[in-house]
Each structure stands twice: as C-alpha cells, then as structure tokens.
C-alpha cells in the first residue's frame, strides 16, 4: 500500500508541477499576446499619425497649388487685357492717323478747287 501511496503523491506531485508549468506558460503567453496587441496598437497609432501628416501635406499642396493656378489665370487675364487695351490704343491712333490724312487731302482737295475756281 505504501508504494501504492507513493505513486499516488508522485503522481500528485507531477500534476501540480504540470499546473504550476501551465499556469506559467499560460501567464507568459498572456504577456505575449499583450505585447502584441499594445504593439499593434503603437504601429495603427504610427500610421494613423502618418497617414494625416501625408493627407495634411497633400492638402497644403492642393491648397498651394489652386493659389498658383488661380494666379497665373489672374496674370493670364491681365496679360490678355493689356494685350487688347495696347490693340484698342493702337488702333485709335490708326484711325486718328487716317483721319489727319483724309483732313489733310480734304484741305488739298479745297485749296485745289479754291485756285482752280480764282484761274477762271
């Protein structure tokens, strides 16, 4: 009986010791997987960080680039008005040119008839 009682706290012993080893490894393993996790978590808090510093940057880009464009259609438009003033200017003093000449022919024209009239 007494080898029979000796097996048995043996055999007691080993599954306490089995216990222990489980409960190690289970608390070792839970330390683990929360280590993961709280990794996880600074990687998704990283890219979440990330990713607004790159949609802020792309933003500031977009908002640069629509002053840029908005510009160069502002200096564009003041190119094409100074471009149809400077047209309109010259041709204002087209027509006073020709109108100078035509005054000037028309006084030829009268001083012309003048004599001829005071010939006769």
């Known amino acids: 009986m007494s080898s029979a009682r000796y097996l048995y706290e043996r055999q007691l012993q080993a599954d306490r010791a089995r216990e222990r080893q489980n409960e190690s490894c289970q608390h070792i393993l839970r330390q683990h997987t929360q280590g993961q996790i709280q990794a996880n978590h600074e990687r998704n808090v990283d890219y979440r960080r990330r990713h ?65 009239d005071l010939e006769r």
Request: net charge positive; proline share 0%; hydrophobic share 30%.
């Open 52 to 116: 607004q510093a790159v949609s802020q940057r792309q933003k500031e880009q977009e908002r640069l680039d629509d002053i840029r464009r908005k510009e160069a259609e502002r200096e564009a438009m003041m190119e094409r008005k100074a471009i149809r003033e400077a047209a309109e200017a010259q041709a204002e003093r087209e027509a006073s040119r020709k109108l100078a000449e035509d005054r000037k022919r028309q006084r030829i024209i009268s001083e012309s008839t003048e004599l001829r």
